[in-house]
């Protein structure tokens, strides 16, 4: 089992959304999250004055999958995400030792298609 977690512009999130469906990756966890990093961050004009927000917004997904489907997420976050401008964000594959359906107590593989 492995752990795909993303780092995408909130922008793209629809077009990585719609090429993960593509590969059958219908299931997966997504937040917004904040950032900082080789982009730089939006100003923000208020009332004459330019104010540095600090931070860039992006979208952070988690995916946990079967080894055998990974190359084809990644491939598909990669194509969906990327612009070529810094910021494009990241894509981190980690091991998972054990995955518990809580419902059904299945593990593992068996746990996500449950």
């Known amino acids: 089992m ?4 993303a780092i995408i ?3 793209k ?11 059958h990756v219908n299931f997966f966890t997504f937040y917004e999250v904040k950032g900082y ?9 208020y ?14 997904l988690e995916i946990i999958l079967s080894e055998h489907v ?12 990327h612009t070529g401008d810094n910021g494009d964000g990241l894509v981190m594959v980690s091991d998972l030792d054990e995955v518990l359906n809580i419902r059904s107590g299945a593990r593992d593989s068996d746990a996500i298609n449950a």
């Open 2 to 5: 492995k752990k795909i977690e």
């Open 9 to 11: 512009r909130t922008s």
């Open 13 to 23: 999130f629809e077009d990585v959304k719609d090429a993960l469906a593509e590969k």
């Open 37 to 45: 990093g080789h982009q730089k961050s939006e100003a923000t004009v």
């Open 47 to 60: 009332r004459g004055a330019v104010y540095d927000v600090g931070y860039i917004g992006r979208m952070k």
């Open 70 to 81: 990974v190359d084809d997420a990644i491939k598909a976050i990669r194509s969906a995400a």
